[in-house]
């Protein structure tokens, strides 16, 4: 089992810069992807980028350039580095993981809000 836990959201005004953090704990191992997801209210959870163990990054459109994830593997935590921040990044914000040994199984974390105000 891996356990994701985020931290790091806040209320900014727009402009802003926050670095959000996802620390990974347990078996860990089973961890090669490790993304960052995030839901506005009334709307579906989206992707917001994706790193791979080797740093391989995949972004959004809509954060590419403002945005910015990273990794450190020695510590097991995901960072996502959050600049010019927008009233529309407003959302709870979850760390992701799908495990690589079980198509079938991804861990969550229970998300942080960002809150953006103009």
């Known amino acids: 089992q891996v356990q994701l836990v985020e931290s790091g959201g806040d209320f900014v005004q727009a402009g802003g810069s926050l670095r959000l953090s996802c620390a990974a704990s347990g078996s860990t191992f089973r961890l090669n992807v490790m993304g960052w997801y995030r839901q506005a209210p009334g709307k579906q959870r989206e992707l917001v980028a994706t790193?791979?163990?080797?740093?391989?990054?995949n972004y959004a459109d809509s954060v590419k350039g403002r945005f910015a994830i990273s990794r450190d593997n020695a510590n097991n935590t995901l960072y996502l580095h959050m600049n010019s921040l927008k009233p529309e990044d407003t959302a709870v914000y979850y760390c992701?993981?799908?495990?690589?040994?079980?198509?079938?199984?991804?861990?969550w974390g229970l998300g942080t809000l960002v809150g953006v105000t103009s």
């Open positions: 790193i791979s163990r080797g740093g391989v990054t």
């Open positions: 992701n993981a799908p495990d690589r040994f079980s198509s079938n199984v991804e861990y």
